[in-house]
């Protein structure tokens, strides 16, 4: 049976993949397909920020070879750099509490 | 309610913390905990692997920073990594089949 962390790792490849068939390279998020993927799983992070220019932004600073689209190793960056950044507020809430 | 991705991002902090509470810096994993995370959560991970030694050398190539401990981001590092991995085996398998 899997872990907890297996499954965790095995959601991220799911996800990706769910969005990256749709258009074009199956392989890959074009701008849409991020666009689909943020709203819908990560509606969290989204919906606190207003900024109509979000998904370009997310789009440029991931896309680190310049193809205009996303590969998972990007996607996968995105996802360890928003998860350092939960952590980081976590701990920061644990050590308020003077747990 | 979360997504499945944000279930999994939580999943990664919760394991981490989990272990590194157990001694020393309850911020970070020593030797001893990355070892028990590594056997407890990555089980299908490390049975493959026969070299004594492995635990060794993977805090040696996760401690970036040289102090025998591994702290959250150089955690993630490891996850993503691996999630790269299993990735690309996932899609060498979908492209043999033909899919």
């Not at 991220?12 to 769910?18: D, E, S, V």
């Not at 996607?75 to 360890?80: E, G, L, P, R, S």
């Amino acid at each position: 049976m899997p872990t907890q962390l297996e499954i965790a790792m095995n959601t991220m490849i799911m996800i990706f993949h769910r969005y990256s068939c749709r258009e074009g390279d199956r392989f890959k998020l074009n701008k849409g397909e991020l666009k689909m993927l943020l709203q819908q799983e990560l509606t969290d992070f989204l919906s606190c920020r207003k900024d109509p220019e979000l998904v370009d932004k997310i789009m440029q600073d991931l896309d680190a070879n310049k193809d205009n689209e996303v590969d998972f190793n990007e996607f996968v960056v995105m996802v360890a750099a928003l998860t350092v950044a939960c952590n980081d507020y976590f701990v920061e809430q644990l050590k308020k509490k003077g747990k």
